[in-house]
């Protein structure tokens, strides 16, 4: 059992950058797969992101491959989403999650496959 804390979200013009964090606690942090998911008005949350426990894989949606990193330092507990060229579309609640079973062999991109959540963060950009 972990909690996660997001941060770094806020108001950015289109092609702008936002570097986003997620604080875990506990000492197993290391343990987890880390994703980052999203959630606009009105739409289903959708998957962003997601980094294998010691950082050897990435996967990324569509959507954001090319302008989204995600990193992660576990000696910090954190996860991080670093956005550039920020688009009107990407405005959204954004929400950092763990899966406490990672498989080396599958990527996880539903929201159902994580076990614990941040609050949130809420990012916006403007035109």
């Known amino acids: 059992q972990v909690q996660l804390v997001e941060s770094g979200g806020g108001l950015v013009q289109a092609g702008g950058s936002l570097r986003l964090s997620c604080a875990a606690s506990?000492?197993?942090?290391?343990?987890?797969?880390m994703g980052w998911f999203r959630q606009a008005p009105g739409k289903e949350r959708e998957f962003v992101a997601t980094?294998?426990?010691?950082?050897?894989?990435?996967y990324y949606a569509d959507s954001v491959k090319g302008r989204f990193t995600i990193f992660r330092e576990n000696a910090k507990n954190t996860v991080y989403l670093q956005m550039n060229n920020l688009k009107p579309e990407d405005t959204a609640v954004y929400y950092c999650?763990?899966?406490?079973?990672?498989?080396?062999?599958?990527?996880?991109?539903?929201?159902?496959?994580?076990?614990?959540w941040g609050q949130g963060t809420q990012v916006t950009v403007s035109s």
């Open positions: 980094i294998s426990r010691n950082s050897a894989r990435t």
């Open positions: 999650a763990a899966d406490r079973s990672p498989q080396a062999s599958v990527v996880r991109t539903h929201s159902r496959e994580y076990d614990y």
């Open positions: 506990g000492r197993t942090f290391s343990n987890y797969a």
